[in-house]
């Protein structure tokens, strides 16, 4: 049985295609496709229930965000992105998410995690600035995640290098609106956001291992096990469901406009036995995307769930079969497209936009190969990772 969020998404599926166009426009998300994703409760998939949330199986929530995605690849990302939040939020002090969701339970919250900026130790916290790109769906967020290396008290990184995620108010960083200017995703808003010198209360802060390894769930009394799964598996979780959803849409645009097409030779698609091989093909390679995809997570859930501690193997190989299931989604996506004859191109071809919202998925760094595939096959091997490998495992 689908989750009832996930019902609702298909409900709703129709308004949120016919919005995506707009969005791109907009170069955000519209007030109407975000009304849409409040309403079906996505956003509060991975949220605690002691803040009106689901709590819910990690396969639901990726369910979920492939299901937005498939109808518009730009909020699909952005329930992928934002849609995580809650879970990190879970493990931190219990007054931050008080503070976030005790008047509102749907305030939602953005990222970037990166480390870009310094994090100075004061009397009760810390002092941060800098400038944070990619802050995917930031204008309908209220609060935001940012990535920072904890400073020498002179602005300076201390050594050796600790990062933690912080997370702020709005009233404490600035979005700059025209820093999104791009190919693919534009719909999702990924504007830059600043921090001068913003005070940060140190319940606010937690360290980066400590998300990643499930310590802060436990200390902070966050018992789920939803709550003590590593970061590196739950973060590419929504971005990857987002890539395979976009991809799924595009092979639905792809059947749709292929079945009354007729070729340049005067042939029906329908009668071309290499196209329709190709979109079977395809079609395969995608659905193998999704199942892998959601049998690794839910393997790590049930072994959380059982009382054991996955080891570095168990994250490595389900990393390297994150990022794979990626690119074997988007490379089918390619196949379709170059089969989709000279209309294609045309902007008022939604399958363009799913190509391009695809390609543009795959540059996240999470969707890196190298260091995924390095990792686990190091740890199959019984090798030890260094240290610049366990970072994202």
Sequence with gaps: ??????????????KLAALADENEKLGKLSDESVSLLREAGVMRLLQPKRHG???ADPRDFAEAVMAVARHDGAAGWVCGVVGVHPWEIAQMDPRVGQEIWGENQDVWAASPYMPNGIADPVDGGYVLSGRWPFSSGTDHCDWVFLGAL???GKGKPASPPSVMHVILP????EI????WNVIGLSGTGSKDVVVDKAFLPAHRTVDQDEVSGGEAALRNGAEEPLYRLPFTSMFPLGITAAVIGICEGGLEAHLAAQRDRVTVIGVQVRDDPYVLSAAGEAAAEIAASRVQLIEGISTLHERVAAG?????EDRAR???NQVRCAWRAVSALDEIFARSGGNVIRRDNPLQRFWRDAHVGLQHMIHVPGSAYHS???SQMGIELPPQLRVMV
């Design 318 to 320: 389900i990393r390297r």
């Design 176 to 179: 700059l609106q025209d820093s």
């Design 53 to 55: 949330g689901y709590a």
């Design 376 to 378: 686990s096959t190091l």
């Design 170 to 173: 709005r009233s404490d960083y």
């Design 308 to 312: 054991e501690t996955p080891t570095m």
């Design 150 to 152: 904890v400073g020498d």
């Design 1 to 14: 049985m689908a989750h009832e969020v996930v019902e609702r998404v298909e409900q709703i599926g129709p």
